[in-house]
């Protein structure tokens, strides 16, 4: 079986999801706070805030955690660049590198970009809205880094298989296929032993 990558963000669209049931299936990514809930295989952050609170709340210290911010006295593995500066970039990144083969996105919303002409000022969403070093309630992106970083890692990595679990903007549409937690929750049970 082709080895497959659980990259999840943390979108609203992740709400009932049995993120253990994708753990049992291949590697887990997780971005930010997605610690709080749930302890991916790796988890990275590129928000200064979020890196601190993860080192702060002792979960870098018993699990793999990546952050590009220098720590005194801390040192930890460095995640992939991100042209963009999206975390979820970073670990899309981390798991192509780790030579996964099929990339499954979980909670990458895009929100309501994919009924929008004009990308810009559309409003994204997350799980941890109000929660520390999260906005109250949905916020302005500013533009579309969310689906350029897909094209441009799309682009890049042709021969990789990408689906997502959540919403899909019409200008990811050909390379970005769905796929559904029915599918997703019926594939085997393996522990990956892939790198």
Known sequence: MQP????IGNGESRRGIDLNKLHERGKTFGCNALYRDFAPDYLGALDTAICEEII??????THKFFCNIDFP???FEKLPASKWGLTGEAMIRLALQMSA?????????????????DFLNAL????YAGTPHYPE???EVGNSNGISMMQDIMN????????????????LGKRLKP?????????????PHWR
């Open 101 to 117: 083969e099929i990339i499954i996105l979980v909670g990458f919303d895009f929100d309501n970009l994919h009924n929008r002409k």
């Open 156 to 171: 890049e990595y042709f021969e990789i298989e990408f689906y997502s679990l959540g919403i899909i903007p019409r200008a």
């Open 56 to 61: 702060q709340s002792g979960y870098a210290d």
């Open 179 to 191: 796929i559904t937690v029915e599918t997703v929750y019926h594939l085997p049970v393996i522990k």
């Open 124 to 127: 994204i969403n997350n799980i």
């Open 73 to 75: 006295g801390r040192k």
């Open 137 to 139: 309630t949905k916020y």
């Open 4 to 7: 497959i990558a659980f990259v």
